[in-house]
T-cell receptor, first 118, second 114 residues
Framework: GAVVSQHPSRVICKSGTSVKIECRSL??????MFWYRQFPKQSLMLMATSNEGSKATYEQGVEKDKFLINHASLTLSTLTVTSAHPEDSSFYIC??????????????FGPGTRLTVL | GQQLNQSPQSMFIQEGEDVSMNCTSS?????WLWYKQDPGEGPVLLIALYKAGELTSNGRLTAQFGITRKDSFLNISASIPSDVGIYFCAGQRAGGGSNYKLTFGKGTLLTVNP
């Protein structure tokens, strides 16, 4: 399958600082990327959907001013956690949708980024 | 957000045994998917189902898309130690745009004793 990378894989930051996480589709163009958050022993919860060149669509309850998403190119989306607090510590996973059929199997997940806020 | 009802939450089995897990929803999905997630990794797609009633196999894995489009099951036959992990079901509704998004079940943690 297609490859999606995330950087960094792990990040530890102090409370109040901002952290940027990158999601890249390495061998395909992704018109849509999704950002998920996963707390320990829980499922993946969709945070937002981002389409290249347009504003992200956030899920209910997700603060768009806190979780800034930029999808500036067909291969890169970034999630910035602004003024991070310990409760933002989580596993952040992106996925990228390629192809034109719209089939769900064309959505590929990145390896995740473990964020720890001290 | 909405989640699918996935059961069981966890399973402890002996190597060689068969495993079955399922997901149900109160609403219809047009696509059902099953993923496996290893610790500290992103989910990896195992099987995708696109048609009500569809039965699909991938090696020792078999999954079915329920006739009502509100449920799906995954079977793993002759389990091996590397089957250990968390299995998630996910559903997708029809249409484009934000409808490409997936709704995930809560996961089934599988432990296989050698």
């Amino acid at each position: 399958g297609a490859v999606v990378s995330q950087h960094p894989s792990r990040v530890i930051c102090k409370s109040g600082t901002s952290v940027k996480i990158e999601c890249r589709s390495l061998d395909f163009q992704a018109t849509t990327m999704f950002w998920y958050r996963q707390f320990p022993k829980q499922s993946l919860m969709l945070m937002a959907t981002s389409n290249e060149g347009s504003k992200a669509t956030y899920e209910q309850g997700v603060e768009k001013d806190k979780f800034l998403i930029n999808h500036a190119s067909l291969t890169l989306s970034t999630l910035t956690v602004t003024s991070a607090h310990p409760e933002d510590s989580s596993f952040y996973i992106c996925s990228a949708r390629g192809g034109t059929s719209g089939r769900a199997s064309e959505q590929f997940f990145g390896p995740g980024t473990r964020l720890t806020v001290l | 957000g909405q989640q699918l009802n996935q059961s069981p939450q966890s399973m402890f089995i002996q190597e060689g045994e068969d495993v079955s897990m399922n997901c149900t929803s109160s609403s219809i999905f047009n696509t059902w998917l099953w993923y496996k997630q290893d610790p500290g990794e992103g989910p990896v797609l195992l099987i995708a189902l696109y048609k009500a009633g569809e039965l699909t196999s991938n090696g020792r894995l078999t999954a079915q898309f329920g006739i009502t489009r509100k449920d799906s099951f995954l079977n793993i036959s002759a389990s091996i130690p590397s089957d250990v992990g968390i299995y998630f079901c996910a559903g997708q509704r029809a249409g484009g745009g934000s409808n490409y998004k997936l709704t995930f079940g809560k996961g089934t943690l599988l432990t296989v004793n050698p």
